[in-house]
């Protein structure tokens, strides 16, 4: 009894602070009877007028007024509602500084959302867990281990021209519909690692049904945590799904484990910031995306990659795949922009090639990986040049040799590039259902680089 009352409990509130609805505006909320005591980032709960209590998260203060957004609807709040803050001990506090998530190996194979609550049906998740924080820093840049090994994507247009390491993280620039979600699915269900985290931000509703029951199967949901927050949820909501599906990839992560990190989008998630910063007063700056957002990126983003090295010297890896929307090639998008200047890579997929029906839709010319041409052995080296040489010629030259302007004979380079530019072509197209490994790949390159011999004229 004694030794109860001298071990002060770190996890029960010291008090609770209560506040009031002063007014409401749009997405946003002003607390008076708060500010004192609380900072941004805190989360409150407000009491409804048909007593349902809603999640609010502080984002600015005006004054003694402090403003939040709820993590869900607004419904029934109104003036005078009164809205609480539990009070902890500072250590605790300090702790839960942005919140933490109880993590557990039992999400593997569910649907969740950005609170860590099932949404599959399924009944619920396993209790309990390992606290994750939601904004944890990236490792220390001292500690943390350099990219593995080279990973096994099972996609051959991207193991053979953007051939990735573990804990490399590469930008893929898509317009909608060019076959992106199908992508994202052969990924996350034929990618050689332990665990995939997908995260789908913004995503209509009948979107997420398609790729969870369509892209992903049975099969690839066995393997994957999949978090969602649909484009009806609260920008909070969108903005915590990217942090939940972080917090869970680095969970796995700092089990050792190879962890593939599916996100799609970070458009979506700079827009739910967009709409936040704005909500609490932030001046629009580059096209309407207020400063904070450009802060906030690449605070997520550093945070895919290598983890710490451990006292076994070994490391886990998140390896992720970022997908941004480019709508009619807007490359001077500033959130393309900004996501190709942070990561170490960039898969583009264009209309125009899916449109002509060869899929996956990657346009191999404008894609790299900073980590080729070393991750790869002198010999593979040769096959990609010589197929990106091939491909740069043909894509050159296809307009002219359709119109039947180039005359054979005339630049032995395009000659050859005219006979391989098929294989080549045969070679990049996969079927949703097919997976084909690194070497595999390689091998496909290889023989479609020797050009079938010349039909007799
Ligand atoms: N690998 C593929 N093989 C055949 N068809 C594909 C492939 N990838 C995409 N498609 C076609 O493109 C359509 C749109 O793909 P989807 O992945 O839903 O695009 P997005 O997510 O970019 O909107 C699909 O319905 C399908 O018909
Ligand atoms: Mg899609």
Redesign the pocket.
């Known amino acids: 009894m004694r030794e109860a009352v001298a071990t002060p409990r770190h996890d029960v509130p010291v008090g609770v602070l209560e506040g009031q609805v002063t007014a409401l505006s749009g997405l946003s909320v002003s607390l008076s009877g708060l500010a004192d005591f609380t900072g941004v980032g805190d989360r409150v709960s407000i009491l409804g007028l048909d007593g349902r209590e809603t999640e609010a998260e502080i984002v600015a203060f005006r004054g003694e007024t402090a403003i939040a957004m709820p993590y869900g609807s607004l419904e029934g709040v109104g003036s005078g509602c009164r809205a609480t803050f539990s009070l902890f001990d500072p250590s605790e506090r300090k702790r839960r500084a942005g919140g933490t998530l109880l993590v557990n190996d039992g999400w593997q194979g569910r649907v969740i959302d950005p609170m860590g609550r099932p949404m599959d049906g399924k009944g619920p998740l396993p209790p309990d867990g390992t606290p994750q924080r939601l904004h944890a820093p990236p490792p220390e840049a001292a500690r943390r281990a350099r990219l593995g090994p080279r990973i096994d994507l099972g996609v051959r247009v991207l193991n053979l021209f953007t051939t990735c390491r573990q804990g490399q993280r590469l930008g893929l620039f898509?317009?909608?519909?060019?076959?992106?979600?199908?992508?994202?699915?052969?990924l996350a269900r034929y990618t050689a690692c332990d665990v995939a985290v997908i995260a789908l931000v913004g995503e209509r509703g009948r979107?997420v049904r398609?790729?969870i029951e369509d892209?992903l199967g049975p099969e690839g949901l066995a393997r994957s945590v999949v978090v969602v927050a649909t484009s009806d949820s609260s920008p909070l909501m969108r903005r915590e799904a990217a942090y939940t599906a972080m917090a869970t990839a680095e969970y796995f992560r700092d089990q050792g484990k190879s962890v593939l990190m599916l996100m799609?989008s970070v458009t979506r998630f700079c827009q739910a910031l967009r709409e936040i910063g704005l909500s609490s007063g932030e001046p629009p700056a580059t096209r309407g995306y207020p400063p904070s957002v450009f802060a906030e990126l690449p605070r997520l983003l550093e945070r895919a990659g290598p983890g710490a090295v451990g006292p076994d010297g070994k490391a886990g890896q998140i390896t992720a795949m970022f997908s941004v929307l480019v709508e009619g090639d807007d490359h001077n998008e500033p959130v393309a922009d900004a996501v190709r200047g942070i990561l170490d890579g960039h898969v583009v997929?264009e209309r125009r090639i899916?449109e002509a029906?060869r899929?996956?839709?990657v346009n191999v010319l404008r894609s790299l990986s900073r980590t080729v041409p070393g991750c790869n052995s002198a010999e593979e080296n040769k096959l990609v040049q010589e197929a990106r040489s091939d491909l740069a010629s043909w894509d050159e030259m296809q307009d002219m040799v359709r119109l039947g302007a180039y005359r054979a004979g005339n630049d032995p380079k395009v000659d050859k590039a005219i006979r391989v530019a098929p294989a080549i072509e045969d070679v990049l197209?996969?079927?949703?259902n097919e997976r084909a490994t690194l070497p595999e790949s390689f091998e496909a390159l290889a023989r479609a680089l020797v050009p079938p011999p010349q039909a007799a004229s």
């Open positions: 898509a317009g909608s519909g060019v076959g992106k979600s199908t992508l994202m699915g052969m979107e398609e790729f892209d799609d997929m899916a029906g899929y996956p839709a197209k996969q079927s949703r």
